[in-house]
């Protein structure tokens, strides 16, 4: 996990910003709530992240459900 640690926080960085953005569109996120209201959900839960997963045990399996 330490080797990877680097590549995944500009990963998750990267993504984050994008989901944040993609949320930014109104007409998205209706077609999301309409079509795919579970990724709605986790798209928002990603945007919204204040902190890296990495940080304990329970945040780590976090993570993994997003993946």
Do not use: C
């Not at 996990?1 to 993609?22: C, F, N, Q, R, W």
């Not at 998205?28 to 304990?56: C, D, M, N």
């Amino acid at each position: 996990m330490e080797e990877s640690y680097g590549p995944d926080v500009l990963h998750l960085t990267v993504i984050k910003g994008y989901l944040a953005k993609l949320l930014a569109n109104a007409a998205v996120v209706r077609w999301l709530a309409r079509h795919q209201p579970e990724y709605l959900k986790e798209f928002q839960s990603i945007a919204e992240l204040k902190e890296l997963p990495w940080g304990s045990d329970e945040s780590s399996s976090a993570l993994k459900e997003h993946a």
